[in-house]
């Protein structure tokens, strides 16, 4: 994030205030809502930092912990450069989607009262044409993304057909092959997950320097 007062990237989150939110029953609060001085409306071609602005306000939703989990990771091809194929199928997996996309609505919903009663002005995005739940879910179905891809190559037990890795990082059925980032929970931890990959990241250290036979430096 670049500021008005010449902020370097990531100096701060620029973020002036923050929500958790259930959905329904939920057995956590799965969703965080934030917001701040900015105008920013997704990731496009040619997208730099967001900066400041004095006129417009930003509310964000991060819908963590989907009930649509049937995404695919495919080779694009036998070159290890070229980037896999990563289709995430958020909301169209005819099991779960619906679910995510209705939480979604309901805290565009939520945001919506809350600027109702501050009087915060006109509404550009998605704007007060789009007014109905059908609408809405219509809306974040089209406009919704993500980009932490994460839970792809799960630890688990030996009897888990669909754990990748053992509890030591190493791909099941291969050799010298370790996967240390995200992509190894089960689940997600949190909403927000930089430090329990960091903690992931040292355990796998400290477990490949054992498997090389090299004393960790305490």
């Given at each position: 994030?670049?500021?008005?007062?010449?902020?370097?990237?990531?100096?701060?989150?620029?973020?002036?205030?923050?929500?958790?939110?259930?959905?329904?029953?939920?057995?956590?609060?799965?969703?965080?809502?934030?917001?701040?001085?900015?105008?920013?409306r997704?990731?496009?071609?040619?997208?730099?930092?967001?900066?400041?602005?004095?006129?417009?306000?930003?509310?964000?939703?991060?819908?963590?912990?989907?009930?649509?989990?049937?995404?695919?990771?495919?080779?694009?091809?036998?070159?290890?450069?070229?980037?896999?194929?990563?289709?995430?199928?958020?909301?169209?997996?005819?099991?779960?989607?619906?679910?995510?996309?209705?939480?979604?609505?309901?805290?565009?919903?939520?945001?919506?009262?809350?600027?109702?009663?501050?009087?915060?002005?006109?509404?550009?995005?998605?704007?007060p044409?789009?007014?109905?739940?059908?609408?809405?879910?219509?809306?974040?179905?089209?406009e919704a993304?993500?980009?932490?891809?994460?839970c792809?190559?799960?630890?688990?037990?030996?009897?888990?057909?669909?754990?990748?890795?053992?509890?030591?990082?190493?791909?099941?059925?291969?050799?010298?092959?370790?996967?240390?980032?995200?992509?190894?929970?089960?689940?997600?931890?949190g909403?927000f997950?930089?430090?329990?990959?960091?903690?992931?990241?040292?355990?796998?250290?400290?477990?490949?320097?054992?498997?090389?036979?090299?004393?960790?430096?305490?």
């Open positions: 994030m670049v500021g008005a007062a010449g902020l370097t990237p990531y100096s701060t989150n620029g973020v002036i205030g923050g929500i958790k939110r259930r959905y329904g029953t939920g057995a956590r609060p799965e969703m965080y809502v934030f917001g701040g001085p900015l105008d920013f997704g990731y496009a071609p040619g997208f730099g930092p967001p900066g400041y602005v004095k006129d417009k306000f930003t509310w964000l939703v991060l819908k963590g912990y989907a009930e649509s989990r049937t995404g695919t990771v495919r080779l694009r091809s036998a070159d290890p450069t070229q980037p896999p194929l990563i289709n995430f199928r958020s909301f169209d997996d005819g099991r779960g989607g619906d679910r995510d996309v209705a939480a979604m609505v309901e805290a565009v919903e939520m945001i919506r009262r809350m600027n109702d009663r501050v009087g915060s002005g006109t509404e550009i995005w998605p704007g044409q789009v007014r109905t739940r059908e609408q809405l879910a219509a809306w974040v179905r089209r993304w993500g980009h932490h891809a994460s792809t190559n799960p630890i688990g037990p030996d009897d888990d057909p669909m754990a990748v890795l053992d509890s030591r990082f190493r791909v099941r059925g291969t050799s010298n092959l370790r996967v240390v980032d995200a992509s190894a929970f089960p689940r997600i931890p909403l997950i930089w430090a329990p990959v960091a903690t992931l990241a040292e355990k796998a250290s400290l477990d490949i320097l054992a498997d090389a036979r090299i004393p960790a430096k305490r």
